[in-house]
């Protein structure tokens, strides 16, 4: 088990990994003209920046000599990773559908997990220059004001120093349910669910938002409920289930009700709900 000496040791890497991608991500994202826009095996887009983020991940958390499972190298074989005890499961660019169309709602996913469980996350908003960190049984917590910086060396006192733990107090109360959905992969499930939900709640607020802020929103308590119908893979969630967790909710899939499991053969989730701390459904 991971001991709160190393949890101080890897917690640096891990942030500044973080900033770094989100350099590289910042620097393509003010040329439109040279995204470089291709598509994936899945028919999924993916851009110089997935690309140049995924190589500043990979450089700068190689140090650490614990193993990488990216988004932009989902093609290593299950034997290989199987057996991992310790690895960084990384989104280097979560969110290029919003990134290609400019709308600013795009993070950087790395969580570490151990045994298959995170035992530590970050999520990085590189536009609005928020960082989000969870240690498991540790809390959840937002930093603002962290530029992206292709040099960043953050030490431990410097990242704890000054952030707020989550939930925010003033997104304790709200009088309607406020229900996140992805901005770009919607289906008709997800159009019933919703319908259901509205049965209960008549005046409920749909919130429209990219990425996986939306798990940020829920944990800082801007967001009450996410409904997901649509495929994501681990590195789309790992980071964020444990930063809401840390702040007091919750993700269970759907329609079974349990836990998102990792590291398994197929990388892909099932659909799944996700509730802030003070959501009452």
């Not at 944990?219 to 840390?246: P, S």
Request: net charge negative; with cysteine; glycine share 6%.
């Amino acid at each position: 088990m991971i001991n709160d000496k190393v949890r101080m040791y890897l917690l640096p890497p891990l942030f500044n990994a973080a900033v770094r991608a989100g350099a590289s991500i910042m620097n393509i994202y003010k040329n439109l003209d040279d995204y470089d826009i291709s598509l994936k095996d899945d028919k999924t887009p993916i851009t110089l920046a997935d690309r140049l983020a995924h190589k500043t991940i990979r450089e700068y958390l190689g140090r650490t000599r614990i193993p990488i499972l990216s988004e932009e190298g989902r093609e290593m074989r299950y034997d290989e990773r199987r057996n991992w005890e310790l690895y960084w499961l990384v989104d280097p660019l979560d969110g290029t559908v919003e990134f290609i169309k400019g709308n600013n709602e795009f993070t950087v996913n790395i969580a570490l997990m151990e045994n298959n469980v995170c035992m530590g996350a970050v999520i990085y908003v590189p536009y609005f220059e928020k960082m989000y960190v969870a240690g498991r049984d540790s809390g959840s917590y937002v930093k603002e004001h962290i530029a992206p910086d292709a040099a960043a060396e953050y030490t431990y006192d410097q990242i704890v120093t000054g952030w707020r733990q989550l939930p925010l107090e003033e997104g304790a109360e709200h009088p309607r349910l406020r229900v996140a959905v992805s901005r770009s992969h919607q289906t008709p499930e997800t159009a019933e669910h919703i319908a259901r939900l509205r049965e209960a709640y008549p005046d409920l607020e749909i919130i429209e938002q990219g990425s996986s802020y939306k798990f940020c929103l829920l944990a800082e308590g801007k967001v009450d409920y996410y409904v997901r119908t649509t495929h994501t893979y681990e590195w789309d969630t790992a980071a964020g289930e444990l930063i809401l967790a840390e702040a007091g909710g919750r993700t269970r899939t759907l329609p079974d009700d349990r836990e998102l499991l990792y590291n398994e053969e197929d990388l892909r989730n099932p659909w799944f709900v996700c509730r802030s701390k003070h959501c009452k459904i």
